[in-house]
Every structure is written in C-alpha cells, then in structure tokens.
C-alpha cells in the first residue's frame, strides 16, 4: 500500500505540473516513387487539474491509512 501510495502522489505531482503528456507524430506528407517526405506533429494530451488533485489525494489517503494500520 505504501509503495502505491507513494507511485500515485508522484504521479499526481506530475499530472499538475506539466498538465499534459506531449508526445510528437509523423506522419508522410509526399511519396513518389522512392522519395518519402514526412512531418512531425507535436501534439499534447491533456490531463485535467482535477483528475491530478484526486490522484495525489488518493495518494496522501493511501499513505495515511498504511501509517495508521501500522
């Protein structure tokens, strides 16, 4: 429970500060014959401040109750 705890606090952190995980696509513009030309997108995918808090809540819970039961 504690390791959990601690994995879900980290994350939670995590999913505040940056907001988002970015992560870039390519993808192929042109193709003739043997010449390929590509592009490289960068795209964000979101994560809303209020599924971070409840991670890190869930988190700090975990860790409350592991400290109590010991």
Not at 7 to 32: C, F, M, N, P
Not at 46 to 52: M, Q, R, T
């Amino acid at each position: 429970m504690k390791i959990l705890g601690i994995v879900l606090v980290a994350l939670g952190v995590i999913a505040l500060v940056y907001g988002g995980i970015g992560y870039s696509k390519d993808r192929t513009v042109l193709e003739i014959g043997s010449l390929e030309v590509t592009a490289s997108e960068q795209k964000t995918f979101p994560i809303p401040a209020v599924v971070g808090a409840a991670v890190l809540i869930g988190g700090v819970v975990l860790l409350v109750v592991d400290k109590r039961r010991a």
